[in-house]
């Protein structure tokens, strides 16, 4: 069979699956400018940056272009570089260029492509209005003086989220991303996933800042400032830091947090074990007494909120085991409750919708929260270097006691798939190597959108489903409900990929959500206690702190659950 083949740059290239001409050029090492394209989201073609010219000399959006064999195609002309830096002057004379003062200075998309195409002057009046900040929600910042109108976070919200908050507005030169009717975000259906601010290209959308009140309390004397930190977290901060990409970093993290004044330094892997015990204890009975199934995961807020605002007839099918924040926050509050200090708990988390769980009424007792801060990785990493902290050259040290002990099976918590594992483990007979290796093989690893699997609880077949990203998992409801589809247990994350790909994180590639995968599974690997069951502090706090307050300190009843 004759490969098919075209022209790049005077270079032929073998056409071998690809969907446009964007990714052939990509794939011999041209890195052709975007603001629009993004391969898990249907093609835009609005910006125009990826234009290329033919031998007829026409010009072709590359993102929306399939290749066909014979095609000639250049991507460096005058006439490119001209339209290039034409479009760039045009987003700039209309944006605002309070560079060194936004949240995305050295992370802008279009500030990137500016300095690359050196753009040192634009020859147009800055037509821009005043700032329009949105700060309603607790979890983003929307700022419509920064939008290029690429449409990313339009599409994300639509296409992957199934949530539909925000969409173009009015049109021609009065043109916006906005929620219906101008509402502030947070009058909205939104769930606070974040991840239009993952895809935002420039500071139009960015995770909520919530640093500068905490330095307050870090520095107060009065108050002791408790810290616990994310699984997901540890694979996602170091390649920001100079380290490399899925580099497990926790106790570097734990010396620089040590370093900048918080008083003790905690693991949320054991909030993650007392999930694992509780949520299975929770499954196994209602799978005897037939009641409330599919069993839905409960660590994910987004998808919790998501249920609340989409399916509340499903609340009762969500589990009402607290997210393993609150549970260890919970843990935490009545530990230290008779400190002769105010006591303040942080999370450091991966995950913007943790800012709205953590204001609910349901996890506050005398109108004060159990997680009295969270601040996402992206956060943690403004800090450490505002206290100037060179982090490669921290020592690596170990959390606080009397919390010290955490389980594989709570770290691997931070990836799609992580949760239904570590329940697995929990409820299998079988507690051998050989049979802990096997459950690896059983489809709940990997990257994948949807995963399912079965297993053998007493007799009886269990299926399982594994789900991330709401616009999947708002699939499959629609096929449990048609009864096309049978489930008893189900994991939900709302970010695609899991808790590693949380908006609160650094963004990746593909590439890079892959390493912080394996880096999760190489801590697993690593650790002496595989079972969350197996781990001694678990166990101490069953017999001690939690005796008679399971309930009130692990669990939780949303409005609307029966």
Same mark, same amino acid.
């Given at each position: 069979?004759?490969?098919?083949?075209?022209?790049?740059d005077?270079?032929?290239?073998e056409?071998?699956?690809?969907?446009?001409?964007?990714?052939?050029?990509r794939?011999?090492?041209?890195?052709?400018?975007?603001?629009?394209?993004?391969?898990?989201?249907?093609?835009?073609? $609005?910006?125009?940056?990826?234009?290329?010219?033919?031998?007829?000399?026409?010009?072709?959006?590359?993102?929306?272009?399939?290749?066909?064999?014979?095609?000639?195609?250049?991507t460096?002309?005058?006439?490119?570089?001209?339209?290039?830096?034409?479009?760039?002057?045009?987003?700039?004379?209309?944006?605002c260029?309070?560079?060194?003062?936004?949240?995305?200075?050295?992370?802008?998309?279009?500030?990137?492509?500016?300095?690359?195409?050196?753009?040192?002057q634009?020859?147009?009046?800055?037509?821009?209005?005043?700032?329009?900040?949105?700060t309603?929600?607790?979890?983003?910042?929307?700022?419509?003086?920064?939008c290029?109108?690429?449409?990313?976070?339009?599409?994300?919200?639509?296409?992957?989220?199934?949530?539909?908050?925000?969409?173009?507005?009015?049109?021609?030169?009065?043109?916006?991303?906005?929620?219906?009717?101008?509402?502030?975000?947070?009058?909205?259906?939104?769930?606070g996933?974040?991840q239009? $601010?993952?895809?935002?290209?420039?500071?139009?959308?960015?995770?909520?800042?919530?640093?500068?009140?905490?330095?307050?309390?870090?520095?107060?004397?009065?108050?002791?400032?408790?810290?616990?930190?994310?699984?997901?977290? @540890?694979?996602?901060?170091?390649?920001?830091?100079?380290?490399?990409?899925?580099?497990?970093?926790?106790? @570097?993290?734990?010396?620089?947090?040590?370093?900048?004044?918080?008083?003790?330094?905690?693991?949320?892997?054991?909030?993650?074990?007392?999930?694992?015990?509780?949520?299975?204890?929770?499954?196994?009975?209602?799978?005897?007494q037939g009641?409330?199934?599919?069993?839905?995961?409960?660590?994910?807020? $987004?998808w919790?909120?998501?249920?609340?605002?989409?399916?509340?007839?499903?609340?009762?099918?969500?589990?009402?085991?607290?997210?393993?924040?609150?549970?260890?926050?919970?843990?935490?509050?009545e530990?230290?409750?008779?400190?002769?200090?105010?006591?303040v708990?942080?999370?450091?988390?991966?995950?913007?919708?943790?800012?709205?769980?953590? $204001?609910?009424?349901?996890?506050?007792?005398?109108?004060?929260?159990?997680?009295?801060?969270?601040?996402?990785?992206?956060?943690?990493?403004?800090?450490?270097?505002?206290?100037?902290?060179v982090?490669?050259?921290?020592?690596?040290?170990?959390?606080?006691?009397?919390?010290?002990?955490?389980?594989?099976?709570?770290?691997?918590?931070?990836?799609?798939?992580?949760?239904?594992?570590?329940?697995?483990?929990?409820?299998?007979?079988?507690? *051998?190597?050989?049979?802990?290796?096997?459950?690896?093989?059983?489809?709940? @690893?990997g990257?994948?959108?949807?995963?399912?699997?079965?297993?053998?609880?007493?007799?009886?077949?269990?299926?399982?489903?594994?789900?991330?990203?709401?616009?999947?998992?708002?699939?499959?409801i629609?096929?449990?409900?048609?009864?096309?589809?049978?489930?008893?247990?189900?994991?939900?994350?709302?970010?695609?990929?899991?808790?590693?790909?949380?908006?609160?994180?650094?963004?990746t590639?593909?590439?890079?959500?892959?390493?912080?995968?394996?880096?999760?599974?190489?801590?697993?690997?690593? *650790?002496?206690?595989?079972?969350?069951?197996?781990?001694?502090?678990?166990?101490?706090?069953?017999?001690?702190?939690?005796?008679?307050?399971?309930?009130?300190?692990?669990?939780?009843?949303?409005?609307?659950?029966?």
């Amino acid at each position: 069979m004759s490969m098919e083949l075209m022209t790049i740059d005077g270079m032929p290239v073998e056409i071998s699956g690809e969907k446009n001409i964007l990714d052939v050029i990509r794939k011999v090492g041209i890195e052709l400018p975007t603001f629009c394209y993004y391969s898990e989201l249907s093609v835009y073609g $609005a910006c125009r940056m990826c234009v290329v010219e033919d031998n007829w000399g026409d010009i072709h959006a590359s993102c929306s272009t399939p290749p066909k064999a014979g095609m000639e195609i250049r991507t460096n002309t005058p006439r490119l570089r001209k339209y290039r830096k034409m479009i760039l002057e045009l987003l700039l004379s209309n944006h605002c260029r309070d560079c060194t003062t936004c949240e995305k200075n050295g992370k802008c998309k279009l500030q990137e492509l500016a300095q690359r195409f050196g753009i040192k002057q634009v020859r147009f009046n800055n037509t821009f209005g005043d700032s329009e900040l949105d700060t309603s929600s607790l979890s983003i910042v929307r700022d419509k003086s920064k939008c290029i109108l690429c449409g990313d976070c339009v599409r994300m919200c639509d296409e992957v989220q199934n949530v539909g908050a925000i969409d173009f507005a009015f049109r021609g030169s009065k043109m916006c991303v906005s929620p219906a009717f101008d509402e502030p975000i947070a009058s909205t259906n939104c769930v606070g996933c974040g991840q239009c $601010a993952a895809v935002c290209p420039t500071g139009a959308i960015v995770v909520k800042n919530d640093t500068a009140k905490l330095w307050q309390d870090i520095s107060d004397k009065d108050t002791k400032v408790l810290v616990q930190i994310a699984p997901a977290v @540890r694979v996602g901060i170091g390649k920001e830091l100079g380290l490399a990409e899925g580099e497990n970093v926790m106790g @570097r993290m734990v010396g620089a947090l040590r370093r900048m004044g918080f008083d003790e330094v905690f693991d949320t892997t054991t909030g993650a074990d007392l999930t694992v015990l509780e949520e299975t204890g929770e499954f196994m009975s209602r799978l005897r007494q037939g009641e409330s199934l599919p069993l839905f995961t409960s660590c994910c807020p $987004a998808w919790v909120r998501y249920v609340e605002l989409n399916e509340p007839q499903l609340m009762k099918h969500v589990s009402t085991c607290r997210s393993p924040m609150q549970m260890f926050a919970s843990v935490l509050k009545e530990h230290y409750r008779h400190s002769n200090r105010r006591v303040v708990v942080v999370a450091v988390m991966p995950c913007t919708a943790k800012k709205q769980e953590a $204001a609910r009424e349901e996890f506050k007792e005398n109108e004060v929260p159990y997680v009295d801060y969270v601040i996402t990785t992206q956060e943690l990493i403004q800090m450490i270097r505002e206290a100037g902290i060179v982090f490669a050259e921290i020592e690596p040290e170990a959390v606080d006691m009397p919390f010290g002990s955490t389980s594989g099976a709570g770290v691997i918590f931070g990836v799609t798939g992580g949760v239904t594992e570590a329940v697995i483990r929990r409820i299998s007979d079988d507690k *051998s190597v050989p049979a802990l290796r096997a459950i690896a093989f059983t489809g709940v @690893r990997g990257m994948q959108g949807v995963k399912e699997t079965s297993l053998d609880i007493a007799g009886r077949e269990v299926k399982v489903a594994v789900v991330s990203g709401l616009k999947n998992a708002d699939n499959l409801i629609k096929k449990i409900q048609s009864g096309e589809k049978h489930y008893d247990f189900v994991e939900v994350m709302a970010c695609p990929g899991g808790c590693i790909c949380g908006a609160g994180q650094p963004v990746t590639n593909g590439e890079g959500k892959r390493r912080r995968s394996a880096g999760l599974y190489e801590a697993d690997r690593m *650790s002496n206690i595989k079972r969350s069951e197996e781990n001694p502090v678990i166990m101490a706090l069953y017999s001690g702190l939690l005796k008679g307050k399971v309930h009130k300190l692990l669990h939780v009843k949303y409005p609307g659950k029966g």
